[in-house]
C-alpha cells in the first residue's frame, strides 16, 4: 500500500510564494521517479516538476526559475517550493510516485493566485 498526502496549499497574491509538501507511506528511493503535477479548471493534467531517483530534476517551462522540486528521503518527503506565483498557476497540485509502469497519486491541494 502506497499513499501520499499532499500538504500547503492555500490562497495567496500574485508575486508571493507557497511550499508544498508530499508525504509518502513508504520510502521514496523505491520509486523511479517522484513528480508534482497540476489541474487547473477545465484543463488537462500537467507535468510540473519531476526528480529522478538519481536526482536528477525537469521542469516545465512555465516553472522554470520560479519553482523548486526537493525531497528528504530520511522524512520520505517530497517538496514544491514555488515562488513569484501568477495567477495562471492556479489549480489543484498532484504529488505522484512512479515506479516502471505503475503511478500512485496523491489526493490534490489548491493552490489559488488571486489579487
Known amino acids: 500500500q502506497v499513499d501520499l498526502v499532499e500538504s500547503g496549499g492555500g490562497s495567496v497574491q500574485p508575486g508571493g510564494s507557497l511550499r508544498l509538501s508530499c508525504a509518502a507511506s513508504v520510502n521514496i528511493f523505491n520509486f523511479n521517479v517522484m513528480a508534482w503535477f497540476r489541474q487547473a479548471p477545465g484543463k488537462q493534467r500537467e507535468l510540473v516538476a519531476s526528480?529522478?531517483?538519481?536526482?536528477?530534476?525537469s521542469y516545465a517551462d512555465s516553472v522554470m526559475g520560479r519553482f523548486t522540486i526537493s525531497r528528504d528521503g530520511a522524512k520520505k518527503m517530497v517538496y514544491l517550493q514555488m515562488d513569484s506565483l501568477k495567477t495562471k498557476d492556479t489549480g489543484i497540485y498532484y504529488c505522484r510516485a512512479q515506479i516502471v509502469s505503475r503511478s500512485y497519486w496523491g489526493q490534490g491541494t489548491q493552490v489559488t493566485v488571486s489579487s
Open positions: 526528480i529522478n531517483v538519481g536526482g536528477r530534476l
